[in-house]
Structures are given as structure tokens and as C-alpha cells.
């Protein structure tokens, strides 16, 4: 059977190169970056090449990139990090609704140590207005942490104008940059952000490895103890097979990000073209300024759930932002937050694209799902026919 | 996640559709959720001749539908009544933890089907 | 030239049989554990064969283990989540002068938090004695935390008589058995503990991933918030490719350890033998009571850097409780907790045992060393010959 | 870690040993590092005709023992007292931050020892 993976933006496959890489570095250089021998040194070589790759892919320094064990770590590492070190200054931060939960829940539990915390809404297309962080920002505000696109919809915030508000009232910034880095140009000093989380298996490198860009200057409490790894704020043996591969994965992609991001973008509109010829289809998200792998529509009368596990019967690998997806009570919360009702949302199906991806594939999608939808609807006590 | 059982319900589920003026008809549906169930009961001699379903939710949604459906038919009205949610999910060779709760709509939907059939029988007296 | 590695303590180099499971992970299981899909559901059974395999090798059920990101984590995951879980019951945590940074600096970073924190002393040989362990307990007491076996002179620790007294108490027992799991035979029942520590790129497995035993029923909060991978003790996207690599070592190991234990105990006899030959060399730690891999000597009058350099001229690597070697003020802590002087500790030297290590390797080593000994003894203003 | 020339005169130091009856001999140790470093000067006619050393410390503390002595013999009193820590690190291709402390004893031991022979000098007139 075809097996079509449509899910990028849950994790993308580890790109043969990478691997590559992984195996040389547990092969041949499997020492302890701390250690003094010549094991050692070697470790500590791939390590700081791997970081400078990172660094490169973001505009960054390599001195400024500390690795993590993921984009949830690093987003813990800011949020925490960050407001525990600012503390003094005040104990305001500024979110918005559709971040990952991983921004959201480490929010959630700062108001637990006596931080106020402002959730500013979005847009009907899932935007954070400009205007809405100007007239949230106050003497105490210390952090803003807004995402630069979102997982699930793929809108595309404005970051740059964003950090401009922000640092002219003299606050921290931060952006959770996980669903844009690789997929289109990042650039930390362009966008202005004091910090930026990164995570390598959505740029085709392994899993449990991520990074955090620190803006040289930026206090922030480490969030645990031990070695000195990671300029003391990320301390454990490093994840050397991990990092190298994220590494590897930056390298790749720094090369072919401006011709894959045309290619997925052309995919990408044929996808949502064949989508929408399907009645009662409604596309989420923003329009254009969506990041070019994603595609999320809400088909109605059906349940995602239900589609996805057809689709998977079809070999075809997608996700829902339905809530029965994820055993919660509540449907996506990013969707909500974009104004779109429960039954609407649970009928949500997300669709991400990767490297891949061939016409055939999307073809493939566009000629399954129309019966699949079909048959669904068939079974709906919501649809009338 | 899911049993073969399930997957097999699930995508193949017997009993889908409607029965046009139906003995009794139940619908439940979890608000929290999203998911809704609607069992049409085609009743004489107080057998259960034929049974449809029509669901909007998950996987382990429709399976259950369809279980409970094929469960029922042909049996006696007080018979139909003794079905369990759990008998439902033993007969699909168990449901993962997180999908316990809507297991439960199928069961609901064919009692409260039944207290329509009755409510109409009632009315008939 | 000949290449002996014998910083194993430090790290190990990764199995063949690891290296392979890893690649097949990443080559045909990429998914995310938390996708419907059936990329998503291989990712699963492939995360729960692996933690089957670690509660194995250590006798517990697999709903017991979470992994983390390495042993600090699990040892910064315990001190933070046990303490706050347990702070209405008391503020007071007991350790130990030898632990590990990971959980020294945590204790340490607890008391900002309002802890008492108790440093247990160690005897001569490094090890904590079970009367003092029943002296510091006190109602206020919540969590005890003792390593199982020390990672730079290896003593092992009486867990199991500790554990009794600790939990007689009512208190919570953790131990950090990162040094001791692979290489004795350690059963989280036979010890009683409630939480242990564990890391993989000690027992040939890769960097950058570890576990934690929870024994059912233990409060903890987490260190960090978003998805609910791990039941929400340990939130973000698995590390499948590490984790895998790790289920994998433990299976290895579990299989391998009755044999190679032996292996090791005789080559490490042997290489103590010819160490003590030399003069003004003295063993630090325990006789008997001691990881079998475990080999640390004080070579007098010379300074334990520059001792690693020379032998890693000799493709010899190995590590030293030298403040010089960690561009530290303090030589090791452990050496100074055990009552050796500054002086001796400088010149302290650890070989650390692995499977891949010959009776030749030794053979060479011993032949090495005096040269070296000699050479740096020749140079050192304390050595009057 | 260290640059070539670092582990050149770690692995083959120069001006090891010590001087019989040196003109001036000074040691200097920092006790919380544990590294302890002695020269000895054998001067004549203003002029350092020999140079030894003994130093207990790591790779960078022998190194910068070994090129001090180096650049200092030969040299005059004057010159020799202008040697600066810097230059020594400098001579060796630089030394990594955390060693930048060690690297300071050798010129430091090189002063004392020229104090020294100073007030043995003074001592004799
Ligand atoms: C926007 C965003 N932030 C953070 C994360 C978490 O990253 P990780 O899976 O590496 O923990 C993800 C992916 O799950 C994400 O999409
Ligand atoms: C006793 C002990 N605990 C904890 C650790 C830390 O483990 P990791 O390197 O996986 O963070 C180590 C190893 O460095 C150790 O030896
Ligand atoms: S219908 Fe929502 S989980 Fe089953
Ligand atoms: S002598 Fe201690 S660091 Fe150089």
C-alpha cells in the first residue's frame, strides 16, 4: 500500500544524512565532551560544529545557543528561566492563546509562584494583533512569549513588530520558533527576539534534542543543577549523538530551505485547491501568511478521529485537532481560540507537509479522501442528505 | 490503540443508516465531547426486527455503535434492556482507558430508544 | 597507536546492537508517539518495548519508568518533584558529602526554597553510615537521597539498610544508581528504594537520555509543563531514537552482566596489583565494597591533569579528581569529603573498566604508567628523590 | 584544548631541574588551585645564563614554566623583568580562558626569583 506521511508538524522523518552523521559520532567519537583525553576532545569538537551549524540556520552566534532535550524543554528553560531571573523587576508576563501547551501549561504554572499572566486572543485567522501586546504591556510586564507560527493552523505572527514593542518598554522577548525554523528564513537579529526555542525533529533530525537562542546579555535561572555543561544552564552530559544530528539537519536545511519552501508552497496550494472543491470544506488559518507546509481545513458533519484512522486504513498519516484525537474533553484550543465552534473544530483535519512529498502523493490525498468524507458523512446524524 | 475487533466495526460498522417511521428512536450526545448517537429500533412482538445507527465521533464511537446494534437485533425488548457498557466493550476485545466514556453512549442511546418505544406504546393504550 | 579507554565511569561507547536498533528506529519508525496514525502507533510500541527493557534490569513494572532527558535530570526531576510535592508534610531532605553535582547543586538550590538540606558525611572509604542516616532523621524530614555507588572511587552505598530505616520513617527514598545499574545487580525491591536514578550512555547505550524508577503511589511534581507525554511527569516529544538505543543497553546488559561482572572484578585486581606496585601510590575507597569496574589511585607528588595528558599521548584515557582538570579552585569533592588532602587528591587517577577493555590493555597500562609517573615526578618541586 | 605549541613544551619541556647554588630561586604556589611552581636563575654579569624550574600543575602550568624560561634566558635583569604573563600565553598560541590563572605563576615565580637574587645581591654589598 502507499504510504503518504502528511504529518510534518508532529515529527518529520530523520533525514538520511543525519543519520549518517549519528551513527559516525556514536561509532568513532563517543567520548564525554568534559573529558580531557583525546575521546573527549573529539566529542567536544563535534559538539561546538554542531552548534555553530544551528546557530548559522538562525543568524546567530554560536555562543548564544544552548541545546536542550526538545522545544518543550527550551520553551520551560525561557519561560521560567527568564521570569525567575526578572523577578525582581516585575512579574508580568504576556502570552497569547494558540501557543503550544508546552508556553501555555509553563505559563499556567508561573501564576502558582505570583506571576500575573496576560493571554492576549487572536485573530479568526489565529493572528495575535500588534495592537493587543502594546495595550497589554505594563511597567511590571518582565517577558513575552509569542509563537512565530503555529503548529497546528501555521499563521505566521508578526514577530518583528511585536519584539519592537516589547523592547522599546524594556521587556524580554522571546519566540517559540519551532514550526518556522527550516521551513522558512529565520533570522534572530532581524526578528529582534531575545530568545528563540528550536527543535530538531522537525527539521528531519532526531528526536529529544532542541535549542535555545540566547541573546548574549539575557539573564535566565537555569531550571536544573549539576555540571557545567551548556554554560551552566543546561547541565547533564550532552546529548552528543542528538546534537549532531540536529546539527546535520541545520546544515541541510539552511541549504535547501529556498527551494523546498517555493516547492511545498505549490503543493501546498494544489492541496488546499483539491480540499476545498469538497463541499462544506472551510480552510483555517491565515490565507497567506501561513507557513508553507500547512494546510488545515474543517470538514464538516464528521469527526477527526474517525477521518484520520480511514485515512490511515489509506496508508495516508495526517492529524485532527479533534479533541477525540487526543482523549481530552475539549477540541484544539488553538482553534477555539480562533472563534470556530466545537463541532467545527472536531471535524478539523491538518495536513503538513515535508521534503517527500511528491504531486502524486497530494494526488493520491485528493482522490482518497473525497469517499472517505463521504462515507463519514453517511454515518452522521448531523448531515442531512 | 485499537483492538482488530474494533478497527473492524469501525470500518465496517453494521446497522448504519435510518429506519423511517421507527418504534423508538434515542439520541445522546457528550456536549463536552462533541460526539452523538441515534439508534432507530424497528420493533414488533416486542422483538427487536432491526436496529440502525447514525454517530458522529470517534473510532471507538462507531465501533460501539456498531456493536451494540448487532448485539440487540433480534432480541427481546427486556433482553435489549440488559445490555451493559461493558458488555459492549468485551465484545470488541476491550477499549483503550481514554475511550471509556463514549463507549458509554451506545448503551445510553439504545436504553433511551427503548423508553421512546415504550413512551409510544403508552400513548397507543 | 594502541587506543585504551578507560574512562567508562565517564561515559561508554555505544553497543553495536544499539547503534543498530537506533537506525532502524530512525529509518522506519520515525513517528510520534502521540499520533494516531500508524506511524505514530509503531513509535508507541517501540517507546513501551524499551521501557519494559529498563524496568527489567531493574526489577520493576514499566509503569514505573519514565525517561528524561539523562541522570541529572532524574536526579533534579526527584529533588524538585519530591520536595514541592512534600512540602506541607516538611521542609527537611537528607544527602550525602559524595553525591553528584546533580544532586548536591540541586539540594543546594532547594534550601532557596526554604529546605533544610543535611550533608551527610562519608567515612574514609566514601562511604555513608547508616547511624548517621537514622541521627538526621527528623519529622520535618520528607526525601532522603543517597548514591548507590559513587562515580569517582565507586563505593557502594548500604542502600537496602538505609532504605529500611528511611522508610520506617515515613520519609521518601531516592538513589542515584546511574553508576551502579549495568554493572551489579540492582532490583528496586531488593533495595526498597522509591525512586532511583538511571542513565544510559553508562551502560552503552547513547548521551542524552535516562530514567527514572517511580515506585507507584510517589508524589511528584514535574520540572516542567506542556503535552502529557509521560503521564505529565515529563512533557515534550519522546527522544525514540535514545530511548530505544537505551531499552536496547539495558537489554544487553541484563543479559551480559553475571559474566562480564566477573571479567571486570579480575581485571580490575589486576590492575590495582600493578598500580600499587608503584611507589607512593595509594588506593582511594573501599577494599571490597566497590563497583567492579572502579579503580582509583593517588600517585604522590604529581598532579592528576597533567597525568591524563601524558597517558592520552599514550592512547590511554582516563580522569582525575584534579581541581585542574575541571578548571575548578577544589580538587574533587568526593576525595576531600573521604579526609584526603588537597596535595594527594590532585593527583588522583581514575581508570574505569568496560567490556571492550583486554587483559592487554591493562598489561599495557601498567607498563606506561611509571615511565609517566617518573617523568612527572622528575619535574614536581614536592618530590625529593 | 591546547594549541600545539602548548603540548610541545608540556610533552618536552624545556629548562627542567634545578641549580646548585642558584643567584636567585622563587616559588609560588596557589593553594587553592594546588599548582606550586620554583624557579631557580643562574645570573652573571646582570645577565640570566641559566634558567630551571620544577612545577606540580597541569598541562598549561608546565608549558608556561617551560616557555618563560625559554624567552627569559639570555635576557638581562631588566628584560627579564618585563616579561608579562601575556607574553607568555601569547608565545604559546594562547591558553583556554579557565587556564589563563596557572599561566600567571611562571612570570609571577620569575619575579620573586629575581627579588630574590636582588636582595642576595643587596646582601653581599
Ligand atoms: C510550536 C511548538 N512548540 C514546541 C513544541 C515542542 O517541541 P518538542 O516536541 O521538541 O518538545 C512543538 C512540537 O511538538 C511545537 O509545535
Ligand atoms: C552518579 C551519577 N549521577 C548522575 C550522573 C549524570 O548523568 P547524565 O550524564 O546522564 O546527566 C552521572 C554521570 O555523569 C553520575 O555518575
Ligand atoms: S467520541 Fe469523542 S472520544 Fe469517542
Ligand atoms: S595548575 Fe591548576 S589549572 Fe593549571
Redesign the interface.
Known amino acids: 500500500m502507499r504510504r503518504v506521511y502528511l504529518d510534518h508538524s508532529a515529527t518529520t522523518p530523520v533525514h538520511p544524512g543525519v543519520i549518517e552523521a549519528m551513527v559516525d559520532c556514536m561509532q568513532n567519537h563517543f567520548g564525554n565532551p568534559s573529558s580531557v583525553h583525546s575521546f573527549g576532545r573529539e566529542a567536544k569538537k563535534l559538539l561546538e560544529e554542531a552548534r555553530a551549524n544551528v546557530a548559522h540556520l538562525i543568524g546567530a552566534r554560536p555562543e548564544e545557543i544552548i541545546f536542550t532535550s526538545g522545544g518543550t524543554e527550551a520553551d520551560n528553560l525561557t519561560i521560567f528561566g527568564v521570569a525567575r531571573a526578572m523577578r525582581k523587576k516585575g512579574n508580568h508576563v504576556i502570552t497569547s492563546a494558540t501557543e503550544h501547551h508546552a508556553v501555555l501549561d509553563a505559563c499556567q504554572a508561573l501564576t502558582k509562584e505570583g506571576f500575573e499572566v496576560t493571554v492576549l486572543p487572536v485573530d479568526e485567522t489565529g493572528m495575535v494583533r500588534v495592537e493587543d501586546v502594546k495595550a497589554a504591556l505594563k511597567p511590571e510586564t518582565v517577558l513575552v512569549t509569542i509563537m512565530h507560527a503555529n503548529n497546528e493552523v501555521g499563521t505566521i505572527n508578526p514577530i518583528k513588530e511585536i519584539t519592537q514593542l516589547v523592547k522599546a518598554h524594556g521587556a524580554i522577548m522571546h519566540t517559540d520558533a519551532v514550526q518556522t525554523v527550516g521551513k522558512i528564513p529565520v533570522d534572530v537579529n532581524d526578528l529582534g527576539v531575545d530568545l528563540m526555542s528550536l527543535s530538531s525533529h522537525k527539521i528531519y533530525g532526531p528526536k529529544g534534542v532542541g535549542a535555545l537562542y540566547i541573546r548574549k546579555g539575557t539573564k535566565l535561572f537555569p531550571l536544573s543543577h549539576g555540571g557545567g555543561q551548556e554554560r551552566k544552564r543546561r547541565p547533564g552530559t550532552e546529548n552528543l549523538p542528538g546534537i549532531v544530528g540536529f546539527g546535520k539537519a541545520a546544515e541541510i536545511m539552511a541549504r535547501e530551505l529556498p527551494e523546498e519552501m517555493g516547492r511545498m508552497g505549490r503543493l501546498r496550494q494544489r492541496l488546499i485547491e483539491g480540499l476545498l472543491a469538497i463541499p462544506e470544506v472551510q480552510l483555517n488559518g491565515h490565507p497567506t501568511e501561513r507557513i508553507p507546509i500547512n494546510v488545515n481545513v474543517s470538514i464538516k458533519y464528521i469527526e477527526g478521529e474517525s477521518l484520520l484512522l480511514m485515512l490511515d486504513m489509506k496508508g495516508i498519516a495526517a492529524s485532527s485537532g479533534s479533541a477525540c484525537t487526543s482523549g481530552s474533553l475539549d477540541p484544539s484550543h488553538v482553534l477555539l481560540a480562533m472563534g470556530i465552534c466545537h463541532e467545527v473544530a472536531h471535524g478539523s483535519l491538518r495536513l503538513t507537509l515535508g521534503r517527500d512529498n511528491t504531486e502524486e502523493d497530494i494526488e493520491y490525498v485528493l482522490d482518497v479522501l473525497p469517499q472517505i468524507v463521504e462515507r463519514l458523512r453517511a454515518m452522521s446524524p448531523l448531515y442531512a442528505n | 490503540?485499537?483492538t482488530d475487533k474494533v478497527?473492524d466495526h469501525?470500518?465496517n460498522?453494521r446497522n448504519?443508516g435510518e429506519i423511517d417511521n421507527a418504534s423508538g428512536v434515542g439520541?445522546v450526545g457528550n456536549?463536552?465531547?462533541?460526539?452523538?448517537?441515534?439508534i432507530y429500533l424497528d420493533v414488533e412482538d416486542n422483538i427487536i426486527k432491526d436496529v440502525k445507527f447514525?454517530?458522529?465521533?470517534?473510532?471507538a464511537?462507531?465501533a460501539t455503535s456498531s456493536m451494540a446494534t448487532e448485539l440487540i437485533k433480534g432480541k427481546t425488548i427486556d433482553e435489549a434492556l440488559e445490555l451493559t457498557n461493558k458488555a459492549v466493550a468485551d465484545a470488541l476485545g476491550g477499549l483503550?482507558p481514554?475511550?471509556m466514556h463514549?463507549s458509554n453512549l451506545a448503551a445510553d442511546a439504545l436504553h433511551k430508544a427503548i423508553a421512546d418505544y415504550k413512551a409510544k406504546q403508552d400513548a397507543k393504550k
Chains 1, 3 share one sequence.
Open positions: 490503540m485499537y478497527m469501525f470500518m460498522p448504519v439520541e456536549a463536552s465531547c462533541g460526539d452523538i448517537m441515534r447514525k454517530t458522529f465521533g470517534c473510532g464511537a462507531i483503550p481514554q475511550k463514549c
